[in-house]
């Protein structure tokens, strides 16, 4: 692949309301910093969740197919074969549902119906022979069956003719206001490539984006006076979610199950609102989540944050051009 190709194309797997696609597109700005276009152009997303669909299809102006991957690479999805999944794609994405593999979910992992779903993500790889592709996970994908699920992945992919290489990236580490830990997956195709290299971190502990950075001017809006700003009135409790958070630290992980339990706000007075929740997630304050709050709290705990997607998308460019 010479690196006069202006644009790479990309098939994007449980795009969710579009966290990593947004990454991986570019040309957004947040906290007042631009982050330029990438060279990456989406020709097919899919995701199974409406509001997620109804969201991505209103930011990115572009369509979505969604419905059930599993039923659509059978072809018992007959309404969806006037989008049917590209023959050839240079990059795949997909953060393949993890709640099976998190440590706080059950741990069901490969015997958990989502657990299986990256199968499908592989089949996405076998038919599109992409150069490269991008899966995301849960850090509890590394710890699974004392590491045996990591390496059931690696494996499996790597039969299909991809050098495999995965690494767990800190969003704080990249200029995300929060403490969220994934796995970046990377494959690249065995065919004379060199191994790909993750994005080096830019920030460390004593230099991370702080709350109060992030979100401190959304304190004394009134609510619904900036977009999606909105917040959950669940009284407090003891269970998960209940903490407050800290203005002088990043935020902790946004859930995506916190059924109305987010974390307070550090005055004490109400629930973190949807649109600071998206902001710690890295959100631009231009990316509307529809059709509620509770689907934009949802939404924006199941997406990989923009900026973080922006850092992996840079290293795969620079990569492919090379």
Known sequence: MSNKKNKYTVVSLFSGCGGLDLGFVGGFEYLGKRYPKRKFEIIWANDFDKASCQTFKKYFNHDIVCGDIVKILDGKHSNLFDKPLPK???VVLG????????????RQGFNGKRGLLYRSMMEVVKRTKPTLFVAENVKGLLTMDNGKAIEIVKKDFESMGYNV???LLHSADY?????R???????????KLPTFKHPKPIRNKDNWLSLKEAIGDLENFKEGEALNHYWSKAKKNNGQGNTVVSPDKPGPT???????????HWNGKRRLSAREAARIQSFP????FYPSTSQAYKQVGNAVPPILGWHVAKSVENYLNK
């Open 175 to 179: 200029g995300v206001p929060q403490t």
């Open 254 to 264: 946004m859930r995506t199950e916190h059924h109305g339990n987010i974390e307070w």
């Open 88 to 90: 050839k794609a240079d």
């Open 95 to 106: 953060g393949f549902p993890c709640q099976d593999f998190s440590h706080a979910g059950k």
């Open 181 to 191: 830990e994934r796995v970046i997956i990377v494959g690249t195709r065995k065919s």
């Open 165 to 167: 290489v995965y690494k």
């Open 285 to 288: 304050d231009n990316f509307i």
